[in-house]
């Protein structure tokens, strides 16, 4: 089971990061080995569109390890959206988070 997820990052209000922003995902279970999962999504349109890049992709950690990425600022340049962060685990426990981005 996923005990913790923990993103950190320099945020501002409301969990909001911009382009080129670096931050780090940490996710806890107690099973062992956790899937980050990260994936861009842009508005517009609306509904907002998975836009992929190379920031975005799946990462198999070690239960504490951290996941080092950066906010797109191909994917969010002249537009905002979000990122979709999922940790699942051994056991199939999800945990998700939205964190949103303000574009240039």
Known sequence: MITNLLITGPFRAGKTLRPGDDYQVFAW???????????CF?????????????ECGAYEVESGQSVDSQVSEK??????????????????????????IEGE
């Open 29 to 39: 279970s107690d099973s062992g080995l956790v899937n980050v999962s990260i994936k």
């Open 42 to 54: 842009v508005r517009p349109p609306t509904p907002p569109e998975y836009k992929e890049c190379d």
């Open 75 to 100: 994917a969010y340049r002249n537009t905002s959206g979000f990122l979709n962060i999922v940790a699942t685990d051994n056991s199939h426990h999800v945990v998700a988070e939205t964190i949103y």
